[in-house]
Structures are given as structure tokens and as C-alpha cells.
């Protein structure tokens, strides 16, 4: 199924809350407005019909017993105009004066006037004209009834008109300009999220097609697209070291391998030709070789069991300094082929660990120490308690290792340019393996520069 594109989703999504706010707000102010207008409309048609009464009433004569008929005939004509139709009676019910009988024709002329425009504009709300009764008074005595006829419930003139068509017109130009702005800004908005996105999608097609030199601009105003550039370009260039990294494994490697296999190979094809005696000598170098193949088989055997996630720990009391010192014994002989001077400081500290994982770490730490030293030098391994962590420092005076590659020595094959040039290296093995056992014990490892321009590393575990 073809998919409708995010920047067109977002847009749609937008003009219809749009559309829909508008409309609401329109309707529901429009008609709360037209109501309340209306009321009053109404409200002020009864006052009016009610002043115009008691305004007549207020000219009866007390001493003549009459109304003044010239005020009552200006008053009606006033009334007329206005839509109020006047009937004067005395209290007798004779007829004083009668707007329609006064002025036939414009009376018809108003009232049709009326009749039609409300059926016209406002056919919902059905009225007619309907005719009220006042009985008038002059102080406490009855002086007269008036009747007032006028369109009921209420009437709009022209004026009243206009002033509704143009406030309903306004609400829709508002709202017409509205659902304009906000679908430009629902587009603008969608384009500045889905940009990136789109960026993204070109830079992690190229990355699956293994160019990892891509990356995504990072100059975006929102926290969540910057940072999911970021997150992409963070990627990217960790692929890249990846890549990196298991080319130059497998150049390591393949080095690694080729001079024992090298070796053993033109040693027995001698051999095979006789030109070669085996004698044990020989047959002991061959030996010697494959030890070392086999020694780099089974670091790999042991990076694998180090960093598989259910690394199994076989825990027990541990005391970091005995165990230290005993390695330290192992060594004897490669310090005193290099005449290196090795010590051990510190206090005993115990930790519930696995002591042959453990172990391993040190061994690792001191045979990089031994590695990475020139004849003459120091090694010191320091072990100390400090609140709730032991902590053992390996320190030598060796080549040392730069700021830039000291976090970069404990991932996987990865070995510094100095030790490059050397004879002594391994592949780059044992310090992952080393991080990953320390891990494994919620424990950390890191390594800084030696006093002496050497290395120290730092294992830190609980206590
Ligand atoms: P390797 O078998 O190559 O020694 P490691 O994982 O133990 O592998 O060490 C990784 C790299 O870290 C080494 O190749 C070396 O470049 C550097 N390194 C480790 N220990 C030291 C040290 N004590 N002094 C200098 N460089 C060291």
C-alpha cells in the first residue's frame, strides 16, 4: 500500500484541527453573540412599548378629563415609524385614536415592511404582530387603555441588520484567515520535522550500504530531531571505527598466524626433503610455534566466555594483596630476563570474587606491564581499601600509552602505535577480556599515565 508521506499527514492533520477550532469557535461565538444581541433587542422593544404608554398616559388632562390628541397623534406617528401601532381608548372603550384608521397606507406600508424583511432574513423565528393591552393611569386613577401592536418576540430595523451581517462576516474573514495561517504554519512546522527525518533516511541507506563517512547536518532548532542526528552521526562514526577495527584484526591476525605457520611449515618441509634432521631441538621450536597459535586460539576462546552476557562468576573471599603477590611470584623469571624491578604496596583488601577470573585480570596486567617495559625498568602494583571499593594499581615505566588511546586499549584488537612497532605485542585481546571479567563484577577499569611517562591501570571492585 502506498504510504501518504509525514510532511503531507502533518499538514492534513494540522488544517483540519484548524478547520476545526475555526468552525467551533465561529459557531459557537457567532450564535452566542446573534442570541444576546437578539435579548436585547427584545428586552428593549417592551421598554420602549412601555415608556411609549406611560409617556402618553403622562399628557392626560386631570381637569379636562381629556388627552392632549396633538401629542397623542405625534407620539402615534413617532411610534409608527419605530413599528409600534397605537390604539387610544377612554376608559369607556371608545375610540380615541387609531393609527390605522389615522394612516391607512403607511401603517400597511411598515407593517408588510417588517413582516417581510424577518421572513426574509429570520424565517426560524415565525412571528407576527401581536397586540398588547396598557391600562393607562394618571396618578392612582384610570385614564385610558392603549394598544400596542408590534412584531413579536422581537424585531430587527435596517441598522440592526447591518450590524449582524457585518459581525458574522468579520467571525468568517477571522476564521477564513485562520485556517490560512495555521495550514502555512502546519506546513512549515511538518517540513522543519520531517526534513531532518528525510535526511536521516538518506544518511542510514548509505550507511547499510557500508559507507560510514556520511553524516547528518546537526544545525536543527529541536532538542529531539538534533538529537536523533546526533544519535546517527554517533553511529556512524562508531561503524566506522568498527570497520576499522576489523580490518586491522584481521591484518593483525593474519600476521599473527603467518609467522608460526611460516616457520613450522618450512621446518617439516625441510624435513620431509631431509635436508633438515628433526632432532628434538627442532621438533621443540615446531612445538613452540603452535603453542603460541594455540595461545592466541584460546584468547580468543577466552574473549568469547569473558564477554558473553551470562558470564557464570564462581564467588569467594578474595584478598586482592595475597593473590597479587602470588602472581607476582609467577613472573619472577620474565622480570628477571628484562632485570625489571617488581613490588608490591598496600594493605590486604577482600572482595567477594571469582579468583581465577580475577587472577586473570592481574596476569593480564602484569604481562602487559613485562610487554610494554624496557630491560632496567619498574613495575609496581599497588593494592589499597578506600570506603566501599578495593582498589589495585598495576604502574610501570614503560612506553606508556597517549591521552587519545588510553579509553581505546580495552576495546577488542585495538593497540596503540607505539606498541605496534614492537615484537612483543599480543592482538589486542587481553585488556577487553580483562574489562569484561571487571565488569562482570560491577568493578572498573581505566587506565591513566604512569608517573615515570609509563602506564598505570586502575581496577576499582566493591567491597
Ligand atoms: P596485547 O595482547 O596487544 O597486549 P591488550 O588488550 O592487553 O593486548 O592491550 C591492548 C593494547 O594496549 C596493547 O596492544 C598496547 O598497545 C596497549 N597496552 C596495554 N598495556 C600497556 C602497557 N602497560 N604499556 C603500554 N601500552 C600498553
Redesign the pocket.
Known amino acids: 500500500m502506498k504510504k501518504l508521506r509525514l510532511k503531507t499527514s502533518l499538514s492534513l492533520v494540522f488544517a483540519f484541527i484548524a478547520v476545526f477550532t475555526v468552525f467551533l469557535v465561529s459557531v459557537f461565538s457567532g450564535h452566542f453573540i446573534n442570541r444576546q444581541f437578539e435579548e436585547y433587542v427584545k428586552q428593549s422593544q417592551v421598554e420602549e412599548a412601555a415608556d411609549i404608554a406611560e409617556s402618553i398616559a403622562s399628557n392626560y388632562d386631570d381637569e379636562k378629563g381629556s388627552f392632549n390628541i396633538d401629542y397623542v397623534h405625534g407620539m402615534g406617528m413617532y411610534a409608527l415609524r419605530e413599528g409600534f401601532i397605537l390604539k387610544l381608548y377612554d376608559n369607556d372603550m371608545n375610540l380615541l385614536w387609531d393609527a390605522q384608521n389615522h394612516d391607512m397606507a403607511l401603517c400597511h406600508e411598515i407593517m408588510d415592511g417588517i413582516i417581510d424583511r424577518m421572513q426574509q432574513e429570520m424565517p426560524e423565528i415565525k412571528g407576527d404582530f401581536v397586540t398588547y393591552s396598557y391600562n393607562l393611569k394618571n396618578g392612582e386613577k384610570n385614564c385610558g387603555v392603549l394598544e400596542i401592536s408590534y412584531f413579536t418576540p422581537y424585531y430587527l430595523d435596517e441598522s440592526q441588520f447591518q450590524f449582524l451581517k457585518a459581525l458574522n462576516m468579520i467571525l468568517w474573514i477571522v476564521g477564513g484567515i485562520s485556517i490560512v495561517v495555521s495550514a502555512f504554519l502546519g506546513f512549515f512546522i511538518a517540513k522543519r520535522i520531517t526534513d531532518p527525518i528525510s535526511g536521516v533516511i538518506k544518511a542510514t541507506t548509505k550507511i547499510s550500504e557500508g559507507d560510514y563517512s556520511v553524516r547528518v547536518g546537526t544545525n536543527l532548532k529541536e532538542q529531539e530531531t538534533y538529537e536523533l542526528a546526533t544519535a546517527i552521526n554517533g553511529m556512524a562514526e562508531k561503524l566506522n571505527e568498527q570497520e576499522y577495527l576489523r580490518k586491522q584484526m584481521t591484518d593483525d591476525l593474519a600476521h599473527e598466524l603467518r609467522t608460526p605457520v611460516t616457520n613450522i611449515s618450512s621446518y617439516i618441509e625441510m624435513m620431509i626433503d631431509d635436508i633438515m634432521e628433526p632432532t628434538p631441538e627442532r621438533l621443540k621450536s615446531c612445538y613452540d610455534e603452535l603453542s603460541r597459535l594455540s595461545g592466541l586460539i584460546a584468547d580468543l576462546e577466552r574473549l568469547e566466555n569473558a564477554e558473553s552476557d551470562n558470564i557464570v562468576l564462581n564467588k569467594q573471599d578474595v584478598d586482592l594483596y595475597s593473590l597479587s603477590n602470588s602472581i607476582l611470584h609467577s613472573f619472577e623469571n620474565s622480570f628477571n630476563e628484562k632485570n625489571i624491578s617488581a613490588n608490591l604496596y598496600g594493605e590486604s583488601a577482600h572482595v567477594d570474587a571469582d579468583e581465577m577470573r580475577i587472577g586473570q585480570v592481574i596476569t593480564?596486567?602484569l604481562s602487559?606491564?613485562v610487554?610494554?617495559?624496557d630491560e632496567n625498568g619498574n613495575i609496581s602494583v599497588l593494592v589499597k581499601k578506600e570506603r566501599d571499593k578495593a582498589i589495585l594499581v598495576v604502574e610501570?615505566t614503560?612506553?606508556?600509552?597517549s591521552k587519545e588511546e588510553q579509553s581505546r586499549?580495552?576495546e577488542r584488537f585495538?593497540?596503540?602505535d607505539?606498541?605496534?612497532t614492537r615484537k612483543t605485542?599480543?592482538?589486542?585481546?587481553?585488556?577487553?577480556i580483562?574489562k569484561a571479567i571487571v565488569q562482570a563484577h560491577e568493578g572498573t577499569i581505566r587506565c591513566e599515565s604512569g608517573e615515570d611517562g609509563?602506564?598505570r591501570?586502575i581496577v576499582e571492585l566493591p567491597i
Open positions: 593480564n596486567l602487559n606491564a610487554k610494554y617495559t610501570d614503560g612506553i606508556g600509552i586499549v580495552f585495538y593497540r596503540t607505539k606498541s605496534r605485542g599480543g592482538a589486542g585481546i587481553g585488556l577487553s580483562s609509563g602506564s591501570f
